[in-house]
């Protein structure tokens, strides 16, 4: 249980990691 809760929790903050390294570039340009 708690190694698939591991893995789903692993494979959401890779999303969300990569959404925020594509999202990058206009925060940079916005701040």
Same mark, same amino acid.
């Given at each position: 249980? /708690?190694?698939?809760? &591991? &893995?789903?929790?692993?494979?959401? /903050?890779?999303? /969300?990691?990569?959404? *925020?390294?594509?999202? *990058?570039e206009?925060?940079?340009?916005?701040?």
């Open positions: 249980m /708690l190694n698939v809760y &591991l &893995l789903e929790n692993d494979a959401a /903050l890779r999303m /969300l990691y990569w959404w *925020g390294a594509c999202d *990058g206009t925060k940079k340009m916005s701040v």
